[in-house]
């Protein structure tokens, strides 16, 4: 016997097995159907590509995490470890022969090598949406829209989007003198939710004195309602300016979207109005809209509105969809100027969230029918039983080879399969074929392939 | 202004522009949906592995093409060229957990650094599918009715599943002395397409002189129709044993499968009986199953039967979906016996005969309907509109901002979009919506949001 190989996978990576899969395929499944209804394109890029394209203003802490190599020709090659710099890559390249603006969905794997302690895997799949080529408000509003559409499909509760603007942040901090601060600013806000009101008071004491510490500590406190937290950041930024106007004009949309459901266009006005003091309900009900000036989303690339989406019953994981609007999609590799808006799906924390919160589906199969095998020479009749139910619309398959019927029962539990058909000597010479509902063990029987397939579908309210 | 980095992917690496990755998820769609209706599970497996786990048996022309290196942690890795390897390394790691026979698909990209000169991509996805852990004739049976499914579906025109038996060809061997000469005799009848019948006709009388030659060239030779050439090959072989049993039993699930159609299982059998002397139609009408003694599939792996796939319409790109039976799937890497059959499909040949066939849908976006922007405060009316359109189930965008007429209706013609709405100044006046058949110019009208939206998915069809 030769020297077997030890079975295993690398650290940090894993298998996918079929439960797991199909769970991983389902969703996928729901996110893409949101990105399509949406005008959404999808597209795809190599795994592989240039470090010097992939790594670009080189430096940080991210390119320690690359996976980067020399390839047979001996050029300096990486694996992706984001879908932003490929799509960066892609519009500068491919702008021409394309069309403004371009809404993308891709959702792709990409590889880290990060500290597998956190809890972190090497290979994870990602799922980037974008709408580039235009500075619009609707633009914006249409991100939201989708986020919120996409998460209340998953039926995974209650959830809220919160959003905020870089641009009016700033217009704040030149009102309290503390424009060369803004990075220092930012950074402490972003660890709000990390170490507490205190410490990042004690934090921006320390980098801007006390007064303007204070100052910021009032604006990235919301009001209740998003038009009275929008009316206190545009005060406190210096008035009435083009970004609280975006905010604003962002918020209307959404309102009307929400209204939608409503008979008329004129009521949908109406409603919006009465809203406008409280919480902004999404369209799709579970989701909520909320102005909160204290999300930031770090310190680089978003220039514009900036969001993010916890689950309100499982905040602690952190955002679950995050994003914003950039100035300059593509600026390392062509001069021309693509703004846009986008946002990122965190997949592993979703199906991670929809495991806790008991929602996953659990499947084991798609299967709906099985042919049992009990007489070795019926595999013919087999097969056209398998076939006029897959005619039907019915998944279905055909035990392989004659086994003890509990092991064939057995594996029926096992794949979840709802249905089997019985057909040994005593119903041939009956001329019928049995259908066993395996849920709760009741007989039905016909005489023809169609016929019990006709049954099956009607047992599974098909 | 920085440097710009030149924009480009790696030699045989490609970007997936929309209207390329919309016609490849199309394909993988109806190839899923076949694969579910058979019963089969997806899994999935990591994009890099150890070397040792990939490479195995060391050594041969793969392993020059696989993309190696250190990953951080000094780890000999690679990138994976095949999904047979790590299914096979899956199945020993997980079998415990997983139950038999166990039935899989797995549609997932593959690396390798080929000489990119022959037209090959050095990035590409694979599609294979298995049934592992049982020897049965029904599981050969349902690979192949799993193809036929697949191409039928696809509406790729007429196509022909050649089989041949590994074991029965040996037996052949034996009974003309040659069984020392089997893979120099398989090597030559491999070449048969390429070279020709009179070229392989040389090599063979060099390879096992002139008489035995000619008994190959013989049993190479198909007869009319599966029922004759089987006897022939069974006559040629020693007479009647379990290889061509197998054969026979293969033939007749698919005969049966195939006449499913027909009301009765009884008639089933009456039209197996009529067809014997001529070729095996599949149940899906373009197919057909034909015994072909000269196909081989390469040297080593496949035990039992082989087939391959060509499309009636372009014999000349070759195999688009080949397979066979394995008696050992996983012995590298445990002493488990794990018997199998399965296939693959090869994606590229079949994207590019579609394209050729000019079966490709060309479609360039999901969008059904584009709310056009006329008036630049009417954003939220746009927005409210376009939610009711995809409450109705329309895929519908607004386009982001107020741009000339023109320019609006090129991006819908550019996205393949069949219809927009009007609400400008003039309609909104008359309290009314525009509803414009882009594709014939047509114009109707209704005065709510749900009205449009209703009027819309009629014009679709829907």
């Keep these: 016997m030769p020297d077997i190989i030890q079975a295993r996978v690398l650290k940090g990576f894993r298998d996918y097995l079929p439960e797991a899969e199909i769970e991983r395929k389902a969703l ?12 959404f394109v999808p597209i795809d890029t190599p795994s ?9 203003k080189g430096g940080g802490e991210t390119d320690k995490q690359v996976y980067r190599f020399r390839d047979h020709g001996d050029r300096d090659v990486a694996l992706r470890f984001d879908l932003t710099v490929p799509f960066a890559r892609f519009m500068a390249e491919h702008v021409d022969e394309l069309y403004l603006p371009f809404r993308r969905y891709h959702m792709a794997k990409v590889w880290r090598g990060e500290n597998t302690q956190r809890g972190r895997y090497r290979e994870f799949m990602q799922c980037d949406f974008d709408i580039v080529g235009t500075d619009a408000a609707s633009s914006d509003a249409d991100i939201i829209l989708l986020i919120d559409s996409a998460l209340a499909a998953l039926d995974i509760g209650s959830f809220t989007i ?3 603007h870089r641009g009016l942040f700033n217009r704040f901090l030149a009102t309290i003198g503390a424009s060369d601060k803004g990075p220092e600013v930012l950074r ?8 507490g009101t205190l410490e990042v008071e004690r934090i921006l004491r320390a980098e801007i004195g006390d007064e303007a510490a204070i100052k910021v500590l009032d604006y990235i406190t919301p009001e209740n309602g998003f038009a009275s937290t929008l009316a206190k950041l545009e005060r406190l930024s210096g008035g009435k300016n083009p970004d609280s106007d975006r905010l604003r004009a962002i918020w209307e949309e959404v309102c009307a979207s929400s209204a939608a459901n409503d008979e008329t266009l ?3 006005g109406q409603k919006q109005e009465e809203k406008s003091s409280i919480l902004v309900e999404l369209p799709a009900k579970p989701g909520k809209l909320v102005l909160d000036p204290s999300i930031t989303r770090g310190l680089d690339y978003y220039t514009g509105v900036v969001f993010e989406t916890r689950l309100d019953e499982m905040t602690e994981i952190g955002s679950v969809c995050g994003g914003g609007r950039y100035n300059e999609l593509a600026s390392l590799y062509t001069t021309r100027k693509l703004p846009g808006v986008g946002a990122a799906i965190g997949l592993d924390r979703l199906l991670a969230a929809l495991e806790v919160l008991g929602k996953t589906k659990g499947r084991a199969g798609y299967t709906e029918v099985l042919v049992l095998a009990i007489e070795e020479s019926f595999g013919p009749r087999y097969q056209a039983l398998a076939s006029a139910t897959r005619k039907a619309g019915l998944s279905c398959e055909v035990y392989p080879e004659k086994k003890k019927l509990g092991q064939q029962f057995a594996y029926a539990e096992r794949k979840g399969i709802p249905l089997a058909y019985i057909l040994g000597g005593s119903e041939a010479e009956k001329g019928i074929i ?4 395996l849920r709760n063990r009741e007989s039905l029987e016909a005489s023809s392939a169609s016929a019990i ?3 099956a579908k009607e047992r599974l309210g098909k």
């Design 28 to 39: 996928l499944e729901i996110l893409e159907r949101k990105f399509r209804s949406f005008g």
């Design 48 to 56: 592989l590509e240039y470090a010097e394209i992939l790594l670009g």
């Design 162 to 164: 919160r959003i905020n």
């Design 188 to 195: 402490a806000v972003d660890k709000l939710d990390k170490v």
């Design 266 to 268: 004129e009521s949908a």
């Design 434 to 437: 049995v259908l066993k509902d």
């Design 453 to 455: 397939a006709a049954l």
